[in-house]
């Protein structure tokens, strides 16, 4: 089994910043791409950013040049730098993995944190 925790939510001002972690914890799995969703209540869940297979850092057009996803494969740990950050950026952030196991590849999510941005 793998499991996903995340961390580094809370409350910031606008124009604040905050980094959000997720660690793959488990045996016997590699990870084939990680990425960051949000979603705002009554709207659906839209990707932040990702680190798919080919290596191509992918971004929300809204979060370009204020958001960085990194990734630390010897920890098994993705990352997202949020600068500059807005009122609209206030949603509850998910982590997302694709993880190889024995022959099969799994979709994984993080429970969630919420990040809140006040004006």
């Known amino acids: 089994q793998v499991e996903l925790v995340e961390s580094g939510g809370g409350f910031v001002q606008a124009g604040g910043s905050l980094r959000l972690s997720c660690a793959a914890s488990?045996?016997?799995?590699?990870?084939?791409?990680m990425a960051w969703y949000r979603r705002v209540p009554g709207k659906q869940r839209d990707m932040v950013a990702e680190?798919?297979?080919?290596?191509?850092?992918n971004y929300l057009d809204s979060v370009k040049g204020r958001f960085t996803i990194s990734r630390d494969a010897t920890k098994n740990t993705v990352y997202l730098q949020m600068n500059s950050l807005k009122p609209e950026d206030t949603a509850v952030y998910y982590c997302?993995?694709?993880?190889?196991?024995?022959?099969?590849?799994?979709?994984?999510w993080g429970q969630g944190t919420q990040v809140t941005v006040s004006s």
């Open positions: 680190i798919p297979e080919s290596g191509t850092l």
């Open positions: 488990g045996s016997d799995f590699s990870i084939r791409a």
């Open positions: 997302y993995a694709r993880i190889a196991r024995i022959q099969y590849v799994y979709q994984y």
